[in-house]
T-cell receptor, first 115, second 113 residues
Framework: ETGVTQTPRHLVMGMTNKKSLKCEQHLGHNAMYWYKQSAKKPLELMFVYNFKEQTENNSVPSRFSPECPNSSHLFLHLHTLQPEDSALYLC??????????????FGPGTRLTVL | GENVEQHPSTLSVQEGDSAVIKCTYSDSASNYFPWYKQELGKRPQLIIDIRSNVGEKKDQRIAVTLNKTAKHFSLHITETQPEDSAVYFCAATSGGSARQLTFGSGTQLTVLP
């Protein structure tokens, strides 16, 4: 499959569960991102990884833990979430450095519901 | 940090009419301004972007204009079609870094047949 893929597409979890979201990009990019999209709110940048190194963490609570084992894969580990964490979680990738395109390509997202 | 305001939040137009969505930004160092289209249940997709060294860019029925002095940029869609119905997001870079995109709150565009 080409582009950016995410699994699972839908996830329902209780507040005491631990789950992980997975993102994979097949574009040869070197930067990956996690965004949160809640209803009626702008997309919120959560984490940025460049060449597997985390370069941005936008004051995200520690119950969200990212992991980037290589430049093609990105995970978001979830534990003890709150109902207000229910949202669409989007992964994106881009090419940094030369030739930089700046364009971020998004995955289809994981619809998370916390009960 | 960067703040991006987007207006209107909803917009309805008749098929064939034009639609204009406007955004303002606060960081004078911002130099990259993409527009994304998100159809219901689908991922955001880039439709057009503009850099700070250009005032206008056009791609078929879609155009974007940028006024750096006033710190605002706009999306123009001409000859709208029902398939243009979607949520449109503007974004701007923060602090000169292409990686830090700040998004507007989105505009729900409905094209009435």
């Amino acid at each position: 499959e080409t582009g950016v893929t995410q699994t699972p597409r839908h996830l329902v979890m209780g507040m005491t569960n631990k789950k992980s979201l997975k993102c994979e990009q097949h574009l040869g990019h070197n930067a990956m991102y996690w965004y949160k999209q809640s209803a009626k709110k702008p997309l919120e940048l959560m984490f940025v990884y460049n060449f597997k190194e985390q370069t941005e963490n936008n004051s995200v609570p520690s119950r969200f833990s990212p992991e980037c084992p290589n430049s093609s894969h990105l995970f978001l580990h979830l534990h003890t979430l709150q109902p207000e964490d229910s949202a669409l979680y989007l992964c994106a990738s881009s090419q940094e450095g030369a030739p930089r395109t700046d364009t971020q390509y998004f995955g289809p997202g994981t619809r998370l519901t916390v009960l | 940090g960067e703040n991006v305001e987007q207006h209107p939040s909803t917009l309805s137009v008749q098929e064939g009419d034009s639609a204009v969505i406007k955004c303002t930004y606060s960081d004078s160092a911002s130099n990259y301004f993409p527009w994304y289209k998100q159809e219901l249940g689908k991922r955001p997709q880039l439709i057009i972007d503009i850099r700070s060294n250009v005032g206008e860019k056009k791609d078929q029925r879609i155009a974007v204009t940028l006024n750096k002095t006033a710190k605002h940029f706009s999306l123009h869609i001409t000859e709208t079609q029902p398939e243009d119905s979607a949520v449109y997001f503007c974004a701007a870079t923060s602090g000169g870094s292409a990686r830090q995109l700040t998004f507007g709150s989105g505009t729900q565009l409905t094209v009435l047949p």
